[in-house]
RNA sequence: AGGGCCUUAGCUCAGUUGGUUAGAGCACCUGCAUGACAUGCAGGGGGUCGGCGGUUCGAGUCCGCCAGGCCCUACCA
């Protein structure tokens, strides 16, 4: 074995063994336990998100196959319709052609073949991850048989109503041409301006004025609403304005939707280019005027020097105008919130068009249900109230997209305008009734790719069909995601779930937080503060990541910043930590789902513990591998106090271990096995069993009881470890296991460990805590004297009752090991005390002779801070315990445990006080 | 506008139903090439738990108000 842990070469060789020989595949056993991955976008690429998600899956996933569960873990891509036809179209663009130019079969051709290139980027990057997804189910949302699953949903619903075509205001993405939904809009505050317009009244003297942030709208205004109690304006209700440049009249309406407070109290309709205003227009029966074009340029709707104008010249046209006519009122300053579409980053249009619907209404009541009843439980609790508030005021879901990338809607059309949905045009025509004389012509447009998305955890399981599968591992058993998609994603499987095969989708839903920057900046590529965790596992060169991090940018400008930042944060680069220290760093973070600032000291912490664990496995292995210990025959052993001890304490880790991941607290999870493998199996046990194994006294039954117990407990917590450490696991156990007496081909199809009362041994547990108060009270002396750990010691004991006594007598020679000490001797009660440095363990004194080691004056300022303490502690004590509602008033058992403390704390004063006094008067 | 979350050591974070002297890692200081490990060992320092008030014998923990930070939803033209 290396000296120190080398994770690349390990990490590959492992994978590779596992997937080629389908340890990822269910094994079997009475209960299933399933997760679907969520699927990423199928041309990405992993980013800290997807590490952190899939490290939690994927604990998940090994804990549950190592208990013994049927386990699966689905894995599969998302076909991500408008990223993908984006990034196509955008290559396209480079060649000087648009996919227009192409035609929809020639591009949809050229996207496949960009999915076949990069689509396995992100599939062989969670391979780095040791993510053990079942990779021979793996599946594709434009599969054929999930694209099957999503044709027959869209007819059944369809056909029961819960699909419906109708011409509504959409979200519009004027660059990407197609219609969003209200989730793919995002909303910031931006700086902007709000015209007032003065729009004269038809027939009588003056004017109303309006204000609009969007004064090109004004070419689509087909009334001005005020509030029916505003006094300002009661009497022109029912009269008319001119709508200047357009010498439209148009009336002035009464409508409660108005604010009398805000601006001037009239606000202008346009009923086809904004959500309010449509929805007041129906109420007033208002015409719908559009004035604008796919591209969102004025069309001829409008006055004729408007049209053809993008939408952006077309309202400087239109206040140069309104200001020429003298109907500018004034322009102020104003903040607005601007919906831009979260792909293209434009401004989005309320358009006018005809699409597609789910009712979500109507399936949203069992869906709303489901989590109120306890079928579905989401992990933090509190993320079920955000599903609510969302799910109870749910809208319609606008499910089709102006793209050729996708699942093509199943519907066609006649020359009048009329459409018949099925499975295919012939299918149509039969069921239709419709002659050969008849011409039919397909949607254009596909279906949002949530829809396919909101199938995923039966249709990766053949749904329609009522396969050996789905029957075994749907519901499934977790959902692990982020909070961003709760109603992208995670409403909508429920609801379809429910719809579809009156079950859930899944029975929790764990939900975890963003990894951030150090800096708690959400990571991005525009801000350059992305790591890629493929760096954080093999390393990069500062130069190679500068590189990466300002190529491809989409505003050049920001490359000095960018570079300058990183130069700071990570002058050497990154190193190389390794895929196990990296999960671990993972879990370290995840307590209850809140966001992670992902801090490279935390890695490299987590690099060294897989060091240790190295290095311990090592050291046992040296002094196990060609010796008997006792696991393959019967021959008799004797196991030590430290033996017995450590048996114990991995039993209670193993506890706590199940414990925390059955509430999903990972953190808690890893806490206990660091804290046990470095701080007690490490420290402390592997420092006690070499005083078994270097003394040439001991023996062999006692040797051999160590070695056993040094192996054996090692096996355990390798196995403990392996769902967060898999390779450092196994690369170990391969050697380990055997030795421990197990046989098996790998770890991750090892039994997981149960906790196991019988081995707990209080008694041991008690013993060993002496033990190191002793040792830490000889060490304290040491290390605040400067004596060298090489320097042994003379120690005398003083007070102390049987049970010190007998412990001493039991266990000096850890004692000697461990505290370096030559000789310990007690002295009787009348001994003149020499002077010394005082430790104390309890009412044991341990005192370490001055004689040529010890400076009095560190000794007197040792003491004084020490007796200052437990004065600080006494005066609390005293205060607490004189308090008669204390003593009346709280539990017995807590007023006791005061009362022991002080005395306690009293006499180690008193002890202390008289050392102190002793070493002055020298 | 409504709702939620967060504020604990220099930094990143734990802290179950209120009950020892509030913990860990990193960083810091001191000593150390000891036969698993210097990616290490041993010892040490460091916090009035954002502020104010309340409930309680007792509050980091429960309640209210305030300050600061983050997020979600809805959006007033």
Partial sequence: MDKTFQPTNIETRWYQEWEDKGYFAPQGGEQAYSIMIPPPNVTGSLHMGHGFQEAIMDALIRYHRMSGYNTLWQPGTDHAG???????????????????????????????????????AITQQ?????ASLDWSRERFTMDPGLSAAVQEVFIRLYREGLIYRGQRLVNW????????????????EEQGHMWHFKYPLAGAQGHLIVATTRPETMLGDCAVAVHPEDERYAGLIGSTVMLPLCDREIPIIADEYVDREFGTGCVKITPAHDFND?????????????????????????PESYRGLDRVEARQRVIADMDALGFLDKVVDHTLSVPRGDRSGVVIEPYLTDQWYVDAKKMATPAIAAVENGDIQFVPKQWENTYFAWMRDIQDWCISRQLWWGHRIPAWYDADGNFYVGESEEAVRKDNTLGDEIMLRQDEDVLDTWFSSALWTFSTLGWP??????????????????????????ARMIMMALHLRQEVPFHTVYIHGLVRDSEGQKMSKSKGNVIDPIDLIDGIELDELILKRTSGLMQPQLATKIEKSTRRQFPNGIASYGTDALRFTYYSLASTGRDIKFDIGRIEGYRNFC???????????????????????????????????????????TAEVARAVANYRFDMASQALYEFIWNEYCDWYLELSKSVLWDDNASREAKRGTRQTLIRVLEIWLRLLHPMMPFI??????????????SGPTIMLQPYPEPNEHDIDLRANENIEWLKLVIEGVRNIRGEMNIPPGKELSVLLRKGDENDRSRLAKNSQYLRKLAKIETIEWLAKDDDVPLAATALAGELEI?????????KDIEIARLTREISKLEADLTRLQGKLGNAAFVDKAPAAVVAKEQDKMQTQLQALTTLQEQLQRIRDI
């Avoid at 069909?465 to 995670?490: A, K, M, N, Q, R």
């Avoid at 696991?729 to 421990?740: D, H, K, Y």
């Avoid at 005192?847 to 400076?855: C, E, K, N, R, W």
């Fill in 82 to 120: 408008i990223a993908t036809q984006m990034v196509v179209e955008r290559q396209l663009e480079a060649q000087g052609i648009n996919r227009h130019d192409l035609g929809r079969e020639k591009f949809i051709e050229q996207v496949w073949k960009w999915k076949e290139k990069s689509g396995g």
């Fill in 126 to 130: 969670m391979r780095r991850l040791g």
């Fill in 173 to 188: 993405d004027p660059a990407l041409h197609t219609a969003i939904s209200d989730l793919e809009v995002i909303s910031e």
């Fill in 278 to 302: 449509y929805e007041m227009g129906r109420r007033h029966e208002l015409p719908l005027i559009n004035i604008l074009n796919d591209d969102a340029a004025i069309n001829d709707n409008a």
């Fill in 465 to 490: 069909d009522e396969t050996e599968e789905l029957v075994t591992f749907h519901p499934s058993s977790v959902l692990v995601t982020g909070f961003d998609i709760i109603f992208f994603w995670v």
């Fill in 611 to 653: 060091n240790k664990i190295w290095n311990a496995a090592r050291y046992v292995l040296m002094n196990c591998e060609t010796e008997d210990c006792g696991t393959q025959t019967d021959a008799p052993v004797e196991l030590s106090l430290a033996d017995r001890w450590i048996i114990s304490k991995v039993q209670e880790t």
């Fill in 729 to 742: 696991t196994e690369e170990i156990w391969q050697s380990v296991g055997p030795l421990a007496g197990k």
């Fill in 847 to 855: 005192l370490v002779p001055m004689a040529g080691l010890i400076d």
